[in-house]
């Protein structure tokens, strides 16, 4: 069992919409999460980083940590087309610098 | 700010050439890592280093492959000799302690 899950999709949603995009993990020592987005043929780019548990909110984004569930998950509010991109989650636990990757979800925004 | 530097943006070349990818990371960070993507395995850490120390090279497939930081703004990661399987993007990321990694925009290698 891998020790971050995250459905790889593709998940295709019409424009405006709220898209929630979720991930799982088996290690409880995680407690630094991050949401990268992937455009084709980039890197990886940082859009939200949470420590423990509870929400963060950064204009149309907004990330959930659940430690007791293992779950985390981030929102996006009133998508737009150029929202369409990977998402991947990201952890790692105190101590420890390699982060352990989800398999990231494709996303497709239809105007 | 500049982010991280990655050179070539992309390489085709023959099975058993060498092939020698470069990086530059973020100023000031003391951490650097490559990884490597696939259809298939999605991200994968080769290796890390702090303050240009290799800390854990665990990651790297194989003994064709190895990586170098000879200073703080400049690091290598070599393939010799080259398979096609070793076909995927390769990525450069880097980070201050507990901080998030920030990507380069990879290299597109292609083994034929």
């Known amino acids: 069992q891998k020790e971050v899950e995250q459905d790889p999709g593709p998940l295709s949603v019409p424009e405006g919409a709220i898209v929630s995009l979720n991930c799982t993990y088996s290690?409880?020592?995680?407690?630094?999460f991050m949401w990268y987005r992937q455009y084709s043929r980039k890197g990886p780019e940082l859009l939200m980083y949470?420590?423990?548990?509870g929400n963060k909110e950064d204009g149309r984004f907004t990330a959930q940590v659940d430690k007791s569930s293992k779950y985390i998950s981030l929102f996006i509010r009133d998508s737009q087309p150029s929202d369409s991109a990977t998402y991947l989650c990201a952890m790692y636990r105190q101590g420890a610098q390699k982060l352990v990757f989800g398999q990231g979800t494709r996303l497709t925004i239809n105007p | 700010d500049a982010g991280v530097i990655q050179s070539p943006r992309h390489e085709v070349t023959e099975m058993g050439q060498e092939v020698t990818l470069r990086c530059k990371p973020i100023s000031g960070h003391d951490y650097l890592f490559w990884y490597r993507q696939t259809m298939m395995r999605g991200l994968e850490l080769l290796i890390y280093?702090?303050?240009?120390?290799?800390?854990?090279d665990s990651g790297m497939p194989e003994d064709r492959f190895s990586a170098k930081m000879p200073n703080a703004s400049f690091s290598t990661l070599k393939i010799q000799p080259s398979e096609p399987r070793d076909s995927a993007v390769y990525f450069c990321?880097?980070?201050?302690?507990?901080?998030?990694?920030?990507f380069g925009d990879g290299t597109r290698l292609s083994i034929l």
């Open positions: 949470t420590y423990s548990s």
């Open positions: 280093f702090n303050n240009n120390v290799p800390i854990d």
């Open positions: 290690n409880s020592a995680f407690q630094y």
């Open positions: 990321a880097s980070s201050f302690l507990y901080q998030p990694q920030h």
